[in-house]
Each structure stands twice: as structure tokens, then as C-alpha cells.
């Protein structure tokens, strides 16, 4: 399907010209566009359209979709075609629809109110998602909205004695520490048992593109191979020089150049992938209900 971009502000990519056709918006200059005249389920039923959602997926890193007024099949046939489902082993699923995930937070529940800091999903996973597709099924009338960060920019932008003095480093994830950190201690650590902290590389390449990727997020706990002769003078370089390197390297995601901001209605839909960006469910609303679905797509191993 050929596509071309215009050269006015914002940017927009059109499927073709006729007006009711799929065309997309650039929502921001580092990432980020939203898809219209396409409805989910029908777009699921056609291999021609979901291609064309793949590459605008790898070109933008996140979409977006309003008014999508689909069923939970639908959402799960759709996310299908990217990959195998995946469960979550805290979050509840969908009984009916395996690896749809119910995000469901309820002013009944303040101890269900905890969000989560900036993150790529379950980089606890040996396998991390490739992506996620997630749908607001209730939301706060105002707040509660969901925010991204392009990884590979804040890769980009790195001062270049780090981007040296990273190249090789490789960094441990856990599940244990985050999700399992509130639970008792025996549950704590049969959640680690299932799910062994991983272990990627800090910077990892896009399959898709090539483009360098900064890894590291809110699961990442230290780096596996810091403590070296180039690395270390005495044995607080060790203990501070690494985790200060760590924090820096995490504290990129926070910067607003590199991040997109979506404000939630019922029925839209976000899309993005995981490999390449992060993102930050802000907690910002009264206590009310925010109820949001996520199908999660199965990945490959970093590299």
C-alpha cells in the first residue's frame, strides 16, 4: 500500500486519498501516531491491512485508535496476528480470552491504587513482549492518561563516552524485586523461582530496524558486568559508580523530548512496541474506576 508523508504541520501519512481510507497523524516529533478510519476487528480480518499496521507500528512505536468499539475477540484476534498471547502472572486474564489482561482499578480497592514507574513490559522475561495492544474500557474523566518514551532516541542522544563505556554491559531484571516486593516473603520467592531473574544487554538491537535500543528500566536491578579492571579503582566504584550509571541511564526515559502523552476515552486503543520504548500509567485521578484491557505479545530474546 503506498503511503506518503505531507510537509505541512502536523504530519500526515495518508493510505491512499480517498477520505474515508486509513490515514494516520504524527502526534509528536519523537514517537507516536494516531491511526483513523480503521476499526480493529475488521482491520483483523484482512492480512493486506495488518501488514500495513506492522510497518506503521515499527515506523512510530506507538499507535493509537479512538473509538473502537469492539468485542474482547476481536481484541485478541487482532493482537494475534503479531504473535502468541501472553499471561501475566500477577495481573488477572480474561478467563474466556487467555492472554488478555484486565488492568481494572476500583475506588473500593485503595491498596489496588499502586501504579508503576517508567518501564518496558516484563523485561523480567527470559523472552520480553515484542508489544502490547491495550483498550480503555472505563476511565477517570479527567487524568489517568498514559505516556511513552522512544528508547531508541534517548539511545541516540547518549553523550558518546557513554554510549562507549556501555556497549558491552549487560544488566539483570526481576520480577521478585517489583511485582514481588508487597507479597509475603514465601510467595515473594516462589514468584523467583518461576520467573529467574533475566539478564539482557543494555543496549539491544532492533530486529526490525537495526536502530540501537537503551535497555534498561524500572525492572532493571544492576549491571552483571561492571566490576572490571576498566571500570573499577576501589571497591566503591563498584557500588556507586554502577548504580549511578544505572540511575542516569534510567532517568533518560524522563526526558519530555523523547516522550508522547495520551489522554484515555472509552474505546481507544493504543498499540506500541515494547522492544523499542517505555511507558508510565500516571496516577493523577481521584479514586474512581479505570478499567483497561491488554493482549500481550510474545518476543524474542535481546540481542
Given amino acids: 500500500m503506498n503511503t506518503a508523508v505531507s510537509t505541512g504541520a502536523p504530519a500526515v501519512l495518508r493510505a491512499t486519498s480517498l477520505p474515508d481510507s486509513p490515514r494516520i497523524e504524527l502526534l509528536t516529533c519523537a514517537l507516536g501516531a494516531e491511526v483513523f478510519h480503521l476499526n480493529l476487528g475488521e482491520a483483523s480480518r484482512s492480512p493486506q491491512m495488518m ?3 506492522r510497518q506503521w507500528l515499527i515506523a512510530h512505536k ?3 485508535f479512538r473509538n473502537q468499539d469492539i468485542t474482547r475477540a476481536e481484541h485478541v484476534a487482532f493482537a494475534r496476528h503479531f504473535g502468541e498471547l501472553e499471561d501475566h502472572p500477577v495481573a488477572g486474564s480474561d478467563p474466556e480470552h487467555p492472554g488478555l489482561v484486565r488492568i481494572y482499578k476500583s475506588p473500593d480497592s485503595p491498596n489496588d491504587r499502586y ?9 523480567w522475561r527470559e523472552k520480553p513482549p515484542f508489544g502490547c495492544v491495550l483498550r480503555c474500557v472505563e476511565c477517570p474523566p479527567v487524568g489517568g492518561d498514559t505516556m ?8 541516540e542522544k547518549l553523550p558518546e563516552h557513554i554510549k562507549q563505556q556501555i556497549a ?3 544488566a539483570r531484571h526481576s520480577i521478585e524485586c517489583t511485582f514481588g516486593a508487597a507479597m509475603p516473603i514465601e510467595k515473594r520467592l516462589a514468584l523467583k523461582a518461576q520467573y529467574p531473574d533475566a539478564e539482557h544487554p543494555v543496549v539491544r538491537t532492533h530486529p526490525d ?3 540501537k535500543i537503551l535497555f534498561v528500566n524500572g525492572f532493571t536491578t544492576h549491571f552483571t558486568n561492571f566490576h572490571t579492571a576498566a571500570n573499577v579503582r576501589v571497591g566503591q566504584d563498584f557500588t556507586q559508580g554502577s548504580s549511578q550509571l544505572l540511575q542516569y541511564l534510567i532517568s533518560q526515559a524522563w526526558i519530555p523530548e523523547y516522550q508522547i502523552r495520551w489522554r484515555w476515552q472509552p474505546n481507544s486503543v493504543a498499540m506500541w512496541d515494547n522492544r523499542s520504548t517505555q511507558h508510565y500509567a500516571v496516577m493523577d485521578y481521584p479514586p474512581c474506576h479505570r478499567k483497561m484491557e491488554r493482549a500481550g505479545i ?3 530474546v535481546p540481542f
Fill in 115 to 123: 501504579e508503576n514507574s517508567w518501564h518496558t513490559d516484563a523485561t
Fill in 62 to 64: 506507538v499507535l493509537f
Fill in 298 to 300: 510474545m518476543g524474542d
Fill in 209 to 211: 530496524t537495526g536502530e
Fill in 51 to 53: 501488514e500495513q499496521v
Fill in 168 to 170: 558491552g554491559l549487560r
Fill in 148 to 155: 511513552w518514551a522512544n528508547m531508541a532516541l534517548a539511545y
